[in-house]
């Protein structure tokens, strides 16, 4: 079968496109997958350039997120059937409940086999339905980034209605949080480098736009926009480089997700963490259990993810390039087969 390998981690140039690697068959236990799309998340990038912790050996298939149709189940697996549209959690060890301490150790497209391949096969448990009415592209779009906002914004962060959330940038995570704080009636402030993308989160919902690169000081633009009080809630994809103005940004005891680093690594100052008695919470992806609570969501209201691209299989690497350029808005997809 066809599968992308990450054979070195110097970037998209180390993924090399095996026309010959072995069709998985699935054992006890276990689904196989016609992968029929997958999608990019940063962290791939970090993986593809050896700055995420992932399998250090040449025959790694890439990326966490793919949806498809089961092949063939074998013995002993019960909640699936063939011809059903499914999807591989980020993490395959985390069904529900508390985060275990070992949730990285079977990661897809880091630790474990990712979705860049025409076949995959994946405990039972680490599968997942796909909402109905999401074509394989939407429903490629939400094991990491989709989940990871839903944690963000409604299992960790409790979003209620009235409530104001500032989302930074328009990539993938900050688009499904625009969405999830707006189907639960809150107030959205998003802070992107260009206007153009303001413009189309304007029209996803979104209430305050800010351009960070015009606006530099855009805290005082957030406190402005909630009459000095602060937002409820930050979800953090920018890291060091942000979180300074995010503490900032949020009102007095408000909550602030830690997700990411597109900003750059750092030190902090833990001072107005304190006197603002704010908290903050690390958010890794996400459980099974999540998930599925994401999909119940997104079908009772009809909500499509937001895809800005889409490449075809052999375009992987250019997918990885337009991922890497930020010219992107919300998900970039690569379909898998015809
Ligand atoms: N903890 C977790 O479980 C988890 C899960 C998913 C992602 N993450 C992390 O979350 C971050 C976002 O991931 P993603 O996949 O959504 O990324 P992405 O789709 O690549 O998002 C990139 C976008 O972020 C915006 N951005 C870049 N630098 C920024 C800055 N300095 N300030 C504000 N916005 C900035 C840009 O949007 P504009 O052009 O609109 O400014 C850019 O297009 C990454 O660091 C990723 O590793 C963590």
Redesign the pocket.
Known sequence: MNAYELRETIGADGLLLNRERTEPEAGPGEVKIRVRATSL???DL?IAGGKYPARQDASLVPLSDGAGEVVAIGAGVSRFQVGERVAGTFFQGWSGGAIPADVSGRALGGTADGMLAEYVVLPEAGVIHSPGHLSFEEAATLP??GV?AWNAVVETGRVRAGDTVLL???????MFALQFAKLHGAQVII????DE?LARAKALGADTLIN?RSTPDWELEVLKATGGRGVDMVVE???A??LEKSIKSVRVGGFIAI?????GLGQIDPRPIIGRAVRLQG???GSGEMFASMNRALTGAALKPVIGRSFAFEEAKQAYGY?AQ?S?FGKVVVTVGS
């Open positions: 998340n940063f962290r970090l990491c980034a990871t930074l940038g328009t990539g993938g995570v900050s802070a992107s480098s260009s993308k960070y994809v920018g890291g480089g942000t997700i990411g680093v597109l900003a958010i890794f992806v991922q930020g992107h």
